[in-house]
């Protein structure tokens, strides 16, 4: 009824966005997703999990042959996964788990929010999180930990809010507990500050704190630690205890004000708020709606909306204290905000606040600017060898107009017309920016003359010269290429084999080179050499 309400008054269907959205989702996320060489974390997640592969080793990670020690291994796990599944080890099978982990969480967060919500407003939350621009320019092309990992902590929020409602203390317990372990096998500690702040803080709000010491939250912290325990039980048998836990400690706490002192950290705190409107942009513009003077009362009026906030605040305080802080560290607390923007958007579109009047105005203003200039391509000379430009630019230039008159011809449609133009925005952007970074990236030629240097004698073995230090990406091609671990060798050298030299640390070594790759990280040119 709603919808033939809706063409009566000349708004279409909202079930026309919602297919456009997941229609223009695929190609959004998925061209040129494996085009970037890696940044050092990917190269890191990978060559541990090629590693395991070629050892045969799945309980103790290594890079280059020497114990990793920085995360636990579920994610490497995963990767493997998929690297089997596909058949292939490169930057696009390393990336995909992100993107289904991404589509993942954005049905997660419409499942929940639907329970409270409209279908529209789950269906743009969900988006949000998706078009944001931090995830729909940077986390979604990545293949890191952190979007997977904040689909498991966002979920584990859920739950507890969820079963709280129902009164169901022993699924609230045994679920976010199981995800915790979940979360710990992933990244280590933080798993357990995010499941200890939000039940302290949401019991404490509830005046429940004595839930937890409940026999169904003693049992499921129990098996929590029982499930982490029995990885580290099977882990000791290979190696010692000590310094992965030393480490996954420093790893928690090298972050904090005790790393960086008084001064960045009071810098920090000034400024974080500012880096992340920057960062979660366009939907971060409506905190503008936080604006009013009776915004507590209407948070109140909504215990979902009053949990979500709850969690937000009690779980991002840790960042805000900590002066170096990556902005996917936040990512599991973005749905628990952007639900409060989309809470407050319908209140203030209702009475038609100067909140609502600027956002408006705002948006018909930037994005037909941004379809005019979406035909640029044709005119840049650094576009000008992208296969089939002028096709590409028409469909670019004519889908971002077309969401342009969407946004101005459907005013109660403007959110959904909004997500449509970033999503293809997002497919210009894998169009033209992509290849013209790569073309430009030092990275690139790190990965191909890393390439080519692997493929240097394959009949000889190869070893890392002493402490000569491997980045994490020049590392994984060059384990990639040669289909074997590279180990580092510190005495009883080889004359037979190739080794790997830093030249300026390294500069008495006497040996015939044959060949050498790019380092990224101070621009630097290793040896490939045979020692004499």
Known sequence: ??????????????????????????????????????????????????EMKLSGNYITPTMMGDYYYNKPPLYNWILLIFFNLFGFIDEWSARIPTVLALMGYAFTVYYFFRKHFSKENAFLNAFFLITC?????????????????????????????????????????LTTYLLTAVGFLMKGLPSIVFQGTTLIVFLIYKREFKRLFSIQHILSGLLCVTIIASYYLVYSQYNDLETVFQTLFSESSKRTVVEFGIGKAVMHFLTFPFEMLYHFLPWSLMIIYFLRKDILNLIKSNSFITFNLLMFLSNILIYWTSPQVYPRYLLMMIPLIFSSYLYLHQIHQKENTWQFKFLDKLFLVVCPLIAVLSFAPLF?????SVPYLIPKTLVWGIGLCAATFLYYRFKLKRLLSLVVFLLIFRIGFNWFVLPDRNG????????????????????????VYRYTVIQPTNGFYLTKTRGEIIPRKMDDFDLDAVYIINPKKYPEVVYKKIGSFHVRHGRKIYDIGILK
């Open 1 to 50: 009824m709603k919808s033939l309400l809706a063409f009566e008054k000349g708004e279409p269907s909202n079930k026309w966005f919602y297919i456009a959205a997941i229609f223009l989702l695929f190609p959004a996320l998925l061209i040129n997703l494996g085009i970037l060489t890696f940044i050092d974390d990917e190269g890191i997640r990978s060559l541990v999990a090629l």
């Open 133 to 173: 621009g931090r995830i729909l320019f940077w986390d979604s092309m990545l293949g890191l930990i952190d979007t997977c990992f904040s689909w498991v902590t966002f979920t584990s929020f859920m739950l507890v809010f969820h079963f709280y409602e129902k009164r169901n203390y022993w699924a609230l317990f």
């Open 380 to 384: 840049l000379e650094r576009t000008a």
């Open 440 to 463: 430009e990236d030092y990275g690139d030629v790190c990965r191909q003359t890393t390439f080519a240097a692997a493929k240097l004698a394959p009949e000889k073995k190869m070893y």
